[in-house]
């Protein structure tokens, strides 16, 4: 199976604007998980979609938001952009099997805000 | 409520010693535990990981954790590091928590391998 894809992998944008991130899953995986990463902040949760519903959510702004489309696609958009969102933005999918909690991750969009 | 604590920011050794990476957890509900490995620019990928059963957890690249319910511990142990071991190491921790399966992850150790 092919893993977990994102695009675009680098992304250079100015403070202010605003940026959307793809993500595609495993096939068969209907849920997909965004997490933030920094070196200060570590791996942090943003949400996580299944079946076109946002499921959870993390304790980030309302300027970062999420959708998840019928294939399973999902994009994230971060509004506004500041300079402290300059990260590797993480997609992960996971299966509905026992194994639902094991989670597969893409190699990460790596976000500059200048 | 869960949580994770790795020991050690960053762990050195030399090649061919063994690698002992600490991990500590804490849930209100029976744990799932995981290993993650991250090499410079890209994702996490599981190394290994522990829902029921067998206590002693074989992972991939000749890695293995124990899972101690009593000293609530899910250490992450190679006998011989080789020189591409070098990465950030990551424990997380799950559990269906409100319905809720989405893992906790530590802050990280980057595993050093010296020559």
């Known amino acids: 199976k092919a893993g977990v894809t994102q695009t675009p992998r680098y992304l250079i944008k100015t403070r202010g604007q605003q940026v959307t991130l793809s993500c595609s899953p495993i096939?068969?995986?209907?849920?997909v998980s965004w997490y933030q990463q920094t070196p200060g902040q570590g791996l942090q949760f943003l949400f996580e979609?299944?079946?076109?519903?946002?499921?959870n959510k993390g304790n980030f702004p309302g300027r970062f938001s999420g959708r998840q489309f019928s294939n399973s696609r999902s994009e994230m958009n971060v509004s506004t952009l500041e300079l402290g969102d300059s990260a590797l933005y993480l997609c992960a999918s996971s299966s509905t099997g026992s194994d639902s909690y094991e989670q597969y991750f893409g190699p990460g969009t790596r976000l500059t805000v200048t | 409520a869960q949580s994770v604590t790795q020991l050690g920011s960053h762990v050195s050794v030399s090649e061919g010693a063994l690698v002992l990476l600490r991990c500590n957890y804490s849930s209100s509900v029976p744990p799932y535990l995981f290993w993650y490995v991250q090499y410079p620019n890209q994702g996490l990928q599981l190394l290994l990981k522990y829902t029921t059963g067998a206590t002693l957890v074989k992972g991939i690249n000749g890695f293995e954790a124990e899972f101690k319910k009593s000293e609530t511990s899910f250490h992450l142990t190679k006998p011989s590091a080789h020189m591409s071991d070098a990465a950030e190491y990551f424990c997380a921790v799950s559990g269906a928590s409100g319905g809720s399966y989405i893992p906790t992850f530590g802050r990280g150790t980057s595993l050093i391998v010296h020559p």
């Open positions: 979609y299944f079946s076109e519903t946002q499921r």
């Open positions: 096939s068969g995986h209907r849920s």
